[in-house]
């Protein structure tokens, strides 16, 4: 018993030096993103006066913006194309299913800088293919006169590659949230819909869009996550013209480790703990209702 005390005792010790390891380095920046003076290591005395200058500061603000923006418009493009593929997969035999729930798997298993690169040189081969189609055509215009005069606009990386970035990266997460609660749901009852002269499109929208609706809520809490904190595949996708807020802290830190890099980590560690937070409160309790239920 005394021997079991004391490896409870170990290993309550070593996770809260774990802990302590990971979440120490934050703390520190929380705290001193109160610090009046601007050092990262000298307490001068509690102060809001970052946050203030932080609000001001246009060039934050406006990758706030944009981060907002991206996500937003993601997540409510991806939860939209990834319900309704769960819908789909859920529709198909098991033996196409299968290889495809797999295939939909790789982007979340897969390195960031491999999904980043890979869809920057997909851009970069796209956009010069529209290009050099739109310099010879403009070169045929003007051998053979301006009656079938079509201006084509010069494309590159921006906003629109960086949303449909974010995009195909957060549609996995909303399949597999969107699926258990599909495999979850009485197959009987849209049968039954249908029986009562509901439509296919009458029952997906009062029958199955509610049963799934706690894992479509999950799942465009989790893209919204994913896409606020991204960098890797922003940083390849963006272009110069579009910076996203991870990309504003970084570009801060090359120069001088400002102490309002410390607020504007601070708020999104808030907000992306805040989301955490909300997801799994409404799995808890998806799951006990489900237990309840079932007994």
């Not at 939209?80 to 982007?107: E, H, K, Q």
């Not at 796209?126 to 055509?137: C, L, R, S």
């Not at 449909?164 to 009852?189: C, E």
């Not at 999104?268 to 998806?286: C, D, G, K, M, P």
Request: aromatic share 12%; hydrophobic share 55%; proline share 3%.
């Amino acid at each position: 018993m005394n021997l079991r005390k004391k490896n409870g005792l170990l290993n309550r010790c070593f996770m809260g030096l774990v802990f302590l390891f990971l979440y120490a380095p934050i703390f520190l920046l929380i705290i001193f993103s109160f610090n009046a003076g601007n050092s990262s290591v000298v307490w001068k005395g509690f102060s809001v006066r970052w946050y203030a200058e932080l609000f001001q500061n246009r060039i934050i603000m406006q990758s706030v913006y944009t981060t907002l923006l991206v996500s937003l418009l993601a997540t409510a493009i991806a939860t939209v194309a990834g319900t309704l593929a769960a819908v789909g997969f859920y529709a198909m035999r098991r033996r196409w299913r299968d290889p495809l729930m797999t295939v939909n798997s790789i982007p979340m298993m897969n390195a960031d800088i491999v999904t980043g690169v890979s869809l920057c040189l997909l851009f970069v081969a796209i956009f010069g293919f529209w290009n050099d189609f739109a310099e010879h055509y403009r070169l045929v215009i003007n051998l053979f006169g301006e009656v079938y005069r079509i201006t084509f606009p010069k494309l590159s990386l921006g906003f629109g590659t960086l949303l449909i970035a974010h995009i195909t990266f957060n549609i996995p997460y909303i399949i597999l949230s969107v699926g258990p609660k599909l495999r979850q749901m009485d197959k009987n009852l849209v049968d039954a819909a249908q029986d009562l002269g509901c439509t296919w499109f009458q029952a997906f929208w009062k029958v199955i869009l509610p049963e799934i609706m706690p894992g479509i809520v999950s799942g465009a809490l989790i893209a919204f996550t994913m896409s606020v904190d991204d960098f890797v595949i922003s940083y390849f996708t963006a272009g110069s013209a579009t910076s996203t807020l991870a990309m504003a802290i970084y570009g801060m830190t090359k120069k001088r480790v400002s102490p309002e890099i410390n607020a504007v980590s601070t708020l999104l560690f808030v907000t992306v703990l805040a989301l955490l937070a909300i997801v799994n409160i409404r799995e808890s309790r998806a799951e006990a209702a489900a237990r309840r239920q079932h007994s």
